[in-house]
């Protein structure tokens, strides 16, 4: 059903883009949100699960939930810290393999993506994308 409500077309996008890379993804095991969790961790390298959520743009909560599957998969290695706001996490070396192996497929979304929204922008999609989408997160920051 058709609304002119950008917040509703966003979050219905937001569920189809998803989608598109949680079957995308599905031949490693992983969702979108794993994988965008261990590239986040080895972007930080070792980090405390505050700084995680802010790097991934999440709650603690979800953090910790999310880290927790991550964990008891063996992807990552977390220090045993009573207070998980000090708790520090990295990437294991089979967390590191799996991200090597997602990447391939990966990157199968990311080209669907951007040759969808190739048909309404003139240029190269990705950064053009890219912009737009920091921009937003942008507007939200400042309020």
Known sequence: MFTDCYCTQFRRSA?????VYDDALRPVGLKITQFSLLRALERLGAATYNEIAAEAALDKTTISRNLKILINAGWVEA???SDARFRVARLSRQGIEKLRSAEPYWMIAQNQVEN????FLKGPTNKRLLQALESLQRVNASL
């Open 15 to 19: 569920n189809a883009l998803t989608g």
């Open 79 to 81: 220090a045993p810290e």
């Open 116 to 119: 969808e929204v190739q048909k």
